[in-house]
């Protein structure tokens, strides 16, 4: 399956200094796919995933929204932790 990206997936990426190297090493290793509303998924590596491969720990930390209709990248996001308010 070829995936593309949209013009607001390639903005994203290009501003988050997200390669063409990383995001094919991203894709090839992507094992964890889950629901993100309105159509879409979420691909993500798993950490577990992510420690076998060399320079995989920034992998683990990225996210790609994917369109279930169009099979297109919507957009491409880092992944951190939530801070909890107290």
């Given at each position: 399956?070829?995936?593309?990206?949209?013009?607001?997936?390639?903005?994203?990426?290009?501003?988050?200094?997200i390669s063409n190297k990383?995001?094919?090493?991203?894709?090839?290793?992507?094992?964890?796919?889950?629901?993100?509303?309105?159509?879409?998924?979420?691909?993500?590596?798993?950490?577990?995933?992510?420690?076998?491969?060399h320079g995989g720990e920034?992998?683990?930390?990225?996210?790609?929204?994917?369109?279930?209709?169009?099979?297109?990248?919507?957009?491409m996001k880092h992944v951190?932790?939530?801070?909890?308010?107290?």
């Open positions: 399956m070829s995936l593309s990206l949209t013009r607001h997936a390639s903005l994203r990426r290009q501003q988050r200094g990383r995001l094919h090493a991203f894709f090839e290793h992507a094992d964890i796919d889950r629901p993100a509303g309105r159509n879409c998924h979420e691909l993500r590596v798993s950490h577990e995933i992510a420690a076998t491969i920034k992998l683990s930390r990225l996210a790609a929204i994917v369109s279930d209709d169009t099979f297109e990248i919507v957009t951190t932790r939530r801070r909890r308010r107290r």
